[in-house]
């Protein structure tokens, strides 16, 4: 069985420019979370997306936004990047709404 | 905004020895869970603890929650270097099906 993927492993932008982090779910998972994780903090929650649905949303503005793709595969898009956003962008599936999210090893963002 | 709190910050111990991280948080929750993460990698899932259980024990690892008090504990026995990581709880919050995290506990084990 294979663990949830992310790519890429590294990325580099500089200040307002747009960038695709991707994910592949664990096989059978059609629920598939966003978080956001900033040097020395704990995960936040960007959005979830429910088969192909997004099912809530934290407290990030409009520029982040997703796709879930019918393969339950997911895309976290951010637009207009600021110096932020750097981070590590994990995300997580789970066989359920309300199931045991497994993570992804997460794409290390620097926005110069 | 962070749900959690986890105390220490930061933990030191001998190999062998035991470490106890503790987590607070605000609201009514289903679950709370145990991560724990190494070099700001991906989070490995240690444990999940429903609402209505005050124990647990996973190999090495022993879970306390007490819902009165908001808080839980995560003792790991016989500690080895290896164990060197940050650990976060995270709690699922009762109408919510996202992770709310701590800020994380860094434990060194030192050899």
């Known amino acids: 069985e294979t663990g949830v993927t992310q790519s890429p492993t590294h990325l580099i932008k500089t200040r307002g420019q747009q960038v695709t982090l991707r994910c592949s779910s664990q096989s059978g998972h059609n629920t598939v979370s966003w978080y956001q994780q900033a040097l020395g903090q704990g995960p936040q929650f960007i959005f979830q997306?429910?088969?192909?649905?997004?099912?809530g949303r934290g407290n990030f503005p409009p520029r982040f936004s997703g796709l879930q793709f019918p393969n339950y595969s997911s895309e976290l898009n951010v637009n207009a990047l600021e110096l932020d956003d750097s981070a590590l962008y994990l995300c997580?599936?789970?066989?359920?709404?309300?199931?045991?999210?497994?993570f992804g090893p997460g794409t290390r963002l620097t926005v110069l | 905004s962070q749900q959690g709190e986890e105390d220490p910050q930061a933990l030191s111990i001998q190999e062998g020895e035991n470490a106890t991280m503790n987590c607070s948080y605000k609201?009514?929750?289903?679950?709370l869970q145990w991560y724990r993460q190494n070099s700001g990698r991906g989070l490995v899932h240690l444990i999940l603890?429903?609402?209505?259980?005050r124990e647990k024990h996973s190999g090495r690892l022993r879970v306390t929650l007490d819902t009165s008090k908001k808080s839980s504990s995560l003792l790991i026995t016989a500690s080895r270097a290896a164990d060197t990581a940050s650990y976060f709880c995270a709690t699922g919050e009762t109408g919510a099906n996202n992770l709310f995290f701590g800020t994380g506990t860094r434990l060194t084990v030192i050899p």
């Open positions: 997580a599936s789970s066989l359920s709404l309300k199931g045991e999210q497994f």
């Open positions: 997306y429910y088969r192909e649905e997004e099912n």
């Open positions: 609201t009514s929750i289903n679950n």
């Open positions: 603890i429903r609402s209505n259980e």
